[in-house]
Antibody
Framework: EVQLVESGGGLAQPGGSLRLSCAAS????????MHWVRQVPGKGLVWVSR????????AYADSVKGRFTISRDNAKNTLYLQMNSLTAEDTAVYFC??????????????WGQGTLVTVSS | DIQMTQSPSSLSASVGDRVTITCRAS??????LNWYHQKPGKAPNVLIY???SLQSGVPSRFSGSGSGTDFTLTITSLQPEDSATYFC?????????FGQGTKLEIK
């Protein structure tokens, strides 16, 4: 079964850090671009970051640039999001998602169940 | 950033109805438009990619059309399990942006 499972969410202090993980099973992440998307409960979806299949290229939303770092370990079939200098505005459910980038078209065809990050003192 | 505007923000329809949700992009995104639905407490699921291609496993009552700036998701013969929030997403340019969502209620 194709599956993504996030972990690492929880409560963090303002200014603190968290590292999210996204473990893939049933497929090899080295064949896919991978993304992080976040959603404040009850609100809309916001794209956060993307990493190329071989890890050679990354991109970030302006709101997290310089604070968050996306990375991948293809050998462990796992995607990561290192989140530093957290603020209350980073509070959200974080999803990882797979992007087949088929013929130049991107879509998110497999999502994890999400992990909740709460930033509060 | 490319702004995605969906309408309506909510709608209510009956089983068997045909419903249409529209999505407008603030600039030309060719056919780089995806549709997802999301049920409470769950992750989104892709329905349509590249504006009109049906994702494998998605019922054929879902269809998408459009290109450029105006897009449509149509659900024919509405089923109870179609109750969800529907989002469009442009994947033409980073940051990939989503519409604000359309909440579909089944009467």
């Amino acid at each position: 079964e194709v599956q993504l499972v996030e972990s690492g969410g929880g409560l963090a202090q303002p200014g603190g850090s968290l590292r999210l993980s996204c473990a893939a099973s049933g497929f090899t992440i080295s064949n896919y671009w991978m993304h992080w998307v976040r959603q404040v409960p009850g609100k809309g979806l916001v794209w956060v970051s993307r990493i190329k299949s071989d890890g050679s290229s990354t991109a970030y939303a302006d709101s997290v640039k310089g604070r968050f770092t996306i990375s991948r370990d293809n050998a462990k079939n796992t995607l990561y999001l290192q989140m530093n200098s957290l603020t209350a505005e980073d509070t959200a459910v974080y999803f990882c998602a797979r992007d087949p980038d088929y013929l130049g078209y991107s879509d998110f065809d497999c999502w994890g169940q999400g992990t909740l990050v709460t930033v509060s003192s | 950033d490319i702004q995605m505007t969906q309408s309506p923000s909510s709608l209510s329809a009956s089983v068997g109805d045909r419903v249409t949700i529209t999505c407008r992009a603030s600039q030309n995104i060719r056919s780089h438009l995806n549709w997802y639905h999301q049920k409470p407490g769950k992750a989104p699921n892709v329905l349509i990619y590249a504006a009109s291609s049906l994702q494998s496993g998605v019922p054929s009552r879902f269809s998408g059309s459009g290109s450029g700036t105006d897009f449509t998701l149509t659900i024919t013969s509405l089923q109870p399990e179609d109750s969800a929030t529907y989002f469009c997403q442009q994947s033409y340019d980073l940051p990939y942006t989503f519409g604000q969502g359309t909440k579909l209620e089944i009467k």
